[in-house]
């Protein structure tokens, strides 16, 4: 690790951080009136209402109906809930090492579907396959468990052992595995791989507390395989500690440049973070994509990078979260996390979309209109909407754009899915077909693809024995195929529509695949194909190419 960083920081977050216990602290007359108020009304209720009263529940609702009238972003999260926040950004958990699915039984009641194991992980170690169907626990049936029973089943402290028994496909009888719970990673780097001889790619879920010794390390690993030029994609990265944010975008940054500067009403809310010299990345080609899901800490990443003009920013306009929440923890596990301070790029940019206060329906509302909005209308009609007192201009004299999220450089609306495809994967039919076809040729495929993901990533394609499968799966399930007649509403298409769409769907079909003989990590290499944010960022080397040669020119005449 380059340099340390105080976790003092971590307390200031952008999406999810851990908290720190604080006494109640209530300071004016004012304040004190109105706690008083809030206290009367409270026992008045306790005591008379005509019904016995759930206490607890009802300070719930008093704190989440509090916040509400704030910002979007400030909320009441109740214990049970904060400790499957602090698994997610702790980087870990302790448990079974398996990713699951809930399949529907033949009568009705779902099956635990085992996925994938987790490499080295508890339950590859006591013998468990991708595609086991887990039918009780702890001779207990599991049939017909909801996620919330899986989890509680199936995790627990690390050393103890849970009883699982096991329908495996081909195998007439119950297997029975007696597994040692363990700490389980959770990984925040979703892909790291060379889409060519010259070219990176990295793809980050969040910013948790692993995360930049993971991006760091693969970072490390791509440059040793050749990487020169890097796509990191932040698609759908809802945040996470801002400090880590800081970290990666100061790997990616050259020389002292200003990260993000943070804006509070309080002094001790007000700071700003500058990268350092020595970055494992500073200076090459640089593409990241983004969509309307990157929110909060990816954005001070997306932004630092534009600003500087030291990345290509290409997708969708981001989400638009510039609000910090400071977390504090309540005596029963519970947590208030408080907004305290509003951050800003470097040229100024607020990131945080605009909102009224107490109507958070309409917030999220209007996110999902303006998505659709910007990817339905010509780029120039977006940018002539902006006014000029929302344009700003970047190291290089670029015009960047505020007034909520970033905008990238170059904006790519989604690729339009035929009304075939949107019927498949809105009913999951290419996941519901994959786990019949691997139940029945599970064994044969992991004994001619075991440790050759490259190749099969590579070469394989579904033949005609799975393509013809498939299509009498889609039947079963009610879609009809005619000469030429179209219906999509009523689930019938064209022969020429199943032709035009098959590679389509064969690479859905072979993402699934390759995420049950894999792990899920296996699918980015083969989605690349038909990721239309992707491609056109491919075509956009020549452009970041001249955008990284003038950065390195600037950064060169500033040390001069």
Same mark, same amino acid.
């Given at each position: ?6 976790? =003092?920081? !971590?307390?200031? #977050?952008?999406?999810?951080?851990? /908290?720190?216990?604080?006494? *109640? @602290?209530? $300071?004016?007359? %004012? ?65 079974? =090492?398996? !990713?699951?699915? #809930?399949?529907?039984?033949?009568? /009705?009641?779902?099956?635990? *579907? @085992?996925? $994938?194991?987790? %490499? ?441």
């Amino acid at each position: 690790m380059r340099r340390s960083w105080p976790y =003092g920081l !971590a307390l200031l #977050l952008v999406g999810v951080v851990l /908290g720190f216990q604080i006494g *109640a @602290v209530v $300071s004016g007359d %004012p304040a004190r009136r109105a706690l008083r108020k809030l206290q009367e009304a409270f026992l008045i209720v306790q005591q008379r209402y005509v019904d016995p009263v759930d206490s607890a529940r009802l300070t719930e609702s008093a704190l989440e109906g509090m916040l509400s009238r704030l910002d979007p972003h400030s909320v009441y999260i109740p214990a049970d809930e904060m400790r499957r926040v602090q698994e997610s950004f702790e980087g870990a958990f302790e448990g079974i =090492g398996i !990713a699951y699915e #809930l399949l529907p039984g033949p009568n /009705g009641r779902d099956t635990i *579907a @085992v996925q $994938s194991v987790i %490499p080295g992980g508890p339950s590859e170690k006591a013998g468990l396959l991708a595609g086991d169907r887990i039918v009780a626990i702890n001779d207990s049936s599991a049939i017909g468990f909801t996620h919330e029973q899986v989890q509680r089943t199936l995790k627990g402290p690390r050393g103890t052992q849970v009883r699982v028994t096991v329908r495996r496909p081909g195998v007439p009888e119950l297997l029975e595995f007696t597994i040692t719970r363990d700490r389980i990673p959770l990984y925040t780097v979703d892909a790291a791989y060379m889409l060519d001889e010259r070219t990176g790619y990295l793809k980050l879920n969040r910013f948790a507390r692993t995360t930049y010794r993971e991006f760091a390390q693969a970072l490390r690993q791509l440059r040793q395989q050749g990487m020169e030029r890097l796509v990191l994609d932040l698609r759908d990265n809802s945040g996470g500690y801002l400090e880590v944010a800081v970290q990666v975008a100061d790997e990616l940054l050259g020389g002292r440049q200003l990260i993000v500067r943070q804006e509070g009403r309080r002094p001790e809310f007000r700071a700003a973070w500058h990268s350092h010299p020595g970055g494992l990345f500073e200076t090459g080609p640089l593409i990241v994509l983004v969509n309307e899901n990157t929110a909060s800490a990816s954005e001070i990443v997306a932004g630092a990078l534009q600003d500087h003009d030291r990345a290509l920013i290409v997708g969708r306009r981001t989400f638009g979260k510039g609000l910090v929440q400071q977390q504090i923890t309540l005596a029963d596990g519970s947590a208030l996390r408080l907004t305290v301070a509003r951050f800003y790029t470097p040229s100024g940019r607020l990131i945080q979309t605009p909102y009224r206060r107490g109507d958070r329906q309409d917030y999220y509302a209007e996110h999902w209109r303006r998505a659709v909005r910007d990817v339905t209308r010509p780029v120039e009609e977006i940018l002539a909407e902006v006014p000029d007192s929302l344009r700003y201009y970047t190291d290089g004299g670029r015009i960047v754009f505020g007034g909520g999220g970033i905008l990238p450089d170059y904006l790519v609306p989604p690729d339009t899915l035929s009304p075939l495809v949107q019927a498949v994967l809105r009913r999951n039919l290419d996941q519901r077909f994959v786990w019949r076809w691997f139940d029945r040729h599970g064994t044969e495929l992991r004994r001619q693809w075991r440790g050759q993901q490259e190749t099969f990533v590579k070469d394989y394609w579904p033949d005609s024995a799975l393509q013809r499968a498939f299509r009498e799966f889609l039947e079963e399930n009610g879609v009809r195929f005619h000469a030429e007649m179209e219906e999509p509403a009523a689930l019938r298409f064209s022969e020429d529509r199943w032709r035009a769409d098959w590679p389509v769907l064969g690479t859905l079909l072979k993402a699934q695949l390759a995420v049950r003989l894999f792990g899920p990590r296996a699918r980015y290499p083969v989605y690349q194909a038909v990721d239309a944010i992707l491609q056109e960022a491919l075509r956009l080397w020549k452009p970041a190419e001249e955008l990284a040669q003038r950065y390195r020119e600037r950064l060169q005449k500033d040390r001069d």
